[in-house]
């Protein structure tokens, strides 16, 4: 009796019962009924409906007890519904077709957020596919009832998966720094799938849209949000910009390999990085080197003046900034910095839409490197769809149904 009270009160189940517990190869089975007279609630619209007819028995596994596997079995009713029709009777302890119970897919799919699934599975006594399907229902859940009233800012950038092999394309939420959306493919198709999913009411709240001067997303911007406005991401620019000055580098070690092979051995990150974060000795060094009339100096230094633009307060006096930067970078005989100037020229408007709306990707970094770690923590997640639903699942910040009793 007892066993059958505590199976009752954390199901917070009112129009049902449990009217027996078996033991049957080792698991526990509790038998629920419909309590006499009650009537079945429609599915649908949550209304009580006279009770159509009464279909086979279904088999639901639910969290184990002291690590013993316990199932639930009942014989939904069908209720024929004023406004819907016949439909199946709503039951708290289950989840659309799932052959599990919502409290264990609430449990499965929480462990799963923060272990591997495999390691889930092994928790549980459960089959790595159980616990796919758990996520997969809690994300559909998730889906469903999240709120995206509140996104303004969205951040678009690619990731590479399989070494490198495919892409794929995330969308955040810039202020609650949440994955809003992640599909195959990095070009202008996958973006406009996003805007597709997303929906256009949705989509014409979106006040900016924060991605990389490189990325091919400008067209399915200009033709699904035109409203929204383009910012580059600083954090991307300045990698580019690094990316340039490394170039230089690597030139000029090639030219000097035969008179002085040594001299930029080691210095690499004497030029990338921020001058206030190198260590006294690469100090020291980066002091000798500067005297030499390199190449690479003039590039460092073209890089550290750059940093100037972002600190401008007016759009006008950063633009003149600007145009000096070009003129210095293209007349720097250094290959590298004039193409980043000219890519920087090509984009000039939409690279002073920073002023309009200070917003940097700094976010997308760090969500980009969680999406890495749930790829790595990965083994399963072979198939994109699998991998999809583990980003979600992690770094969607979706909502979870809600519990009558807390399992863990
Ligand atoms: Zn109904």
Not at 177 to 195: N, P, S, V
Not at 307 to 319: C, I, N
């Amino acid at each position: 009796m007892l066993v059958e009270s505590i199976i009752k009160k954390t199901l917070g189940v009112k129009s049902h019962r449990i009217s027996r517990v078996d033991i049957e190869e080792g698991s526990l089975v509790a038998f629920i009924v419909s309590r006499k007279g009650s009537r079945p609630t429609c599915s649908v619209c949550g209304r009580k409906a006279p009770c159509y007819d009464t279909l086979s028995e279904r088999s639901w596994r639910h969290v184990p007890c002291w690590g013993i596997p316990v199932f639930f079995r009942y014989s939904p009713r069908r209720c024929s519904c004023a406004r819907c029709g016949v439909k199946v009777e709503a039951m708290p302890w289950s989840l659309g077709k799932s052959r599990l119970s919502l409290p264990f897919i609430v449990v499965l799919s929480s462990f799963a957020r923060i272990l591997s699934w495999e390691e889930v599975a092994r928790l549980f006594g459960v089959h790595w596919n159980t616990v796919r399907a758990s996520v997969l229902h809690s994300v559909e859940y998730g889906l469903t009832h999240r709120d995206l009233s509140g996104v303004l800012l969205i951040g678009v950038d690619e990731i590479s998966r399989r070494k490198g092999h495919t892409y794929i394309t995330n969308v955040y939420d810039l202020e609650s720094k949440r994955l809003i959306w992640t599909g195959e493919g990095r070009d202008c198709a996958t973006l406009e799938r996003f805007f597709d999913d997303y929906g256009e009411e949705p989509t014409a709240r979106i006040k900016g849209i924060c991605c990389d001067m490189w990325a091919p997303y400008f067209d399915a911007i200009e033709k699904k949000a035109p409203e929204a406005l383009v910012v580059f991401d600083k954090f991307h620019i300045v990698r580019h910009l690094i990316d340039a000055v490394d170039k230089v580098r690597k030139m000029e070690a090639i030219e000097k390999k035969k008179d002085n092979p040594e001299l930029l051995d080691g210095t690499k990150y004497i030029w990338l990085k921020n001058p206030w974060n190198l260590t006294p000795k690469q100090r020291e060094r980066l002091g000798q080197l500067e005297k030499l009339n390199l190449k690479i100096n003039r590039a460092y230094l073209l890089k550290e003046s750059f940093r100037h633009f972002w600190d401008y307060l007016y759009p006008e006096s950063a633009r003149k900034f600007l145009k000096k930067w070009f003129w210095w970078a293209t007349h720097s005989r250094l290959v590298p910095m004039r193409d980043f100037a000219w890519m920087l020229r090509n984009h000039e408007d939409d690279l002073m839409n920073f002023f309009k709306l200070r917003i940097t990707g700094g976010v997308i970094e760090g969500l980009n490197r969680k999406a890495k770690v749930v790829s790595q923590r990965a083994y399963g997640y072979r198939t994109f769809d699998t991998f999809k639903l583990a980003l979600y699942h992690v770094m969607g910040q979706l909502p979870m149904p809600e519990l009558t009793h807390r399992f863990v």
